[in-house]
Protein backbone atom coordinates (compact mmCIF):
# COMPACT_ATOMS: atom_id res chain seq x y z
CA UNK A 1 0.00 0.00 0.00
CA UNK A 2 1.34 3.45 -0.99
CA UNK A 3 0.05 6.24 0.94
CA UNK A 4 -0.63 10.06 -1.24
CA UNK A 5 2.36 11.41 0.67
CA UNK A 6 4.32 8.09 -0.93
CA UNK A 7 4.55 5.81 2.19
CA UNK A 8 4.83 2.43 1.69
CA UNK A 9 3.50 -0.39 3.90
CA UNK A 10 3.51 -4.23 3.82
CA UNK A 11 1.44 -6.85 4.40
CA UNK A 12 1.21 -10.73 4.06
CA UNK A 13 -1.95 -12.68 3.43
CA UNK A 14 -2.73 -15.17 5.60
CA UNK A 15 -4.05 -18.74 4.22
CA UNK A 16 -7.02 -17.63 3.56
CA UNK A 17 -5.84 -14.19 1.31
CA UNK A 18 -7.12 -11.96 3.91
CA UNK A 19 -4.77 -9.54 4.77
CA UNK A 20 -4.46 -6.10 7.23
CA UNK A 21 -3.27 -2.29 7.62
CA UNK A 22 -3.91 -0.62 10.46
CA UNK A 23 -3.48 2.97 11.73
CA UNK A 24 -4.40 4.57 8.51
CA UNK A 25 -6.14 7.75 8.69
CA UNK A 26 -9.79 8.01 7.08
CA UNK A 27 -10.19 9.92 4.36
CA UNK A 28 -6.70 9.27 2.88
CA UNK A 29 -6.65 7.73 -0.81
CA UNK A 30 -4.02 4.87 -0.92
CA UNK A 31 -3.03 2.59 -3.89
CA UNK A 32 -3.07 -1.30 -2.87
CA UNK A 33 -0.43 -3.32 -5.32
CA UNK A 34 -0.23 -6.80 -4.92
CA UNK A 35 3.02 -8.55 -6.18
CA UNK A 36 3.18 -12.63 -7.06
CA UNK A 37 5.53 -14.97 -8.06
CA UNK A 38 2.66 -16.56 -10.55
CA UNK A 39 0.09 -14.05 -11.06
CA UNK A 40 0.06 -10.57 -12.02
CA UNK A 41 -3.08 -7.63 -10.84
CA UNK A 42 -3.98 -3.94 -11.34
CA UNK A 43 -3.51 -1.99 -8.58
CA UNK A 44 -6.05 -0.50 -6.99
CA UNK A 45 -6.75 3.00 -5.71
CA UNK A 46 -8.81 3.16 -2.51
CA UNK A 47 -10.48 5.88 -0.35
CA UNK A 48 -9.96 4.92 3.40
CA UNK A 49 -13.57 5.25 5.04
CA UNK A 50 -13.31 3.57 8.22
CA UNK A 51 -12.88 0.19 8.75
CA UNK A 52 -13.00 -1.40 4.61
CA UNK A 53 -13.76 -4.68 3.98
CA UNK A 54 -14.47 -6.89 0.77
CA UNK A 55 -11.15 -5.90 -1.12
CA UNK A 56 -10.42 -8.24 -3.37
CA UNK A 57 -7.79 -8.85 -5.88
CA UNK A 58 -8.27 -11.20 -9.20
CA UNK A 59 -5.52 -11.98 -11.38
CA UNK A 60 -5.05 -10.22 -14.70
CA UNK A 61 -2.39 -12.87 -16.15
CA UNK A 62 -0.71 -15.85 -15.18
CA UNK A 63 2.94 -15.32 -15.60
CA UNK A 64 4.91 -17.50 -17.87
CA UNK A 65 7.03 -20.16 -16.29
CA UNK A 66 10.82 -20.41 -17.23
Not at 24 to 32: H, R
Not at 47 to 61: D, G, K, P, R, Y
Amino acid sequence: MTDANGNTRTARTNPFGYFRFEGIEAGQTCVLQVSSKRFTFAPQVITVNEALTEIIFTAVSELSRQ
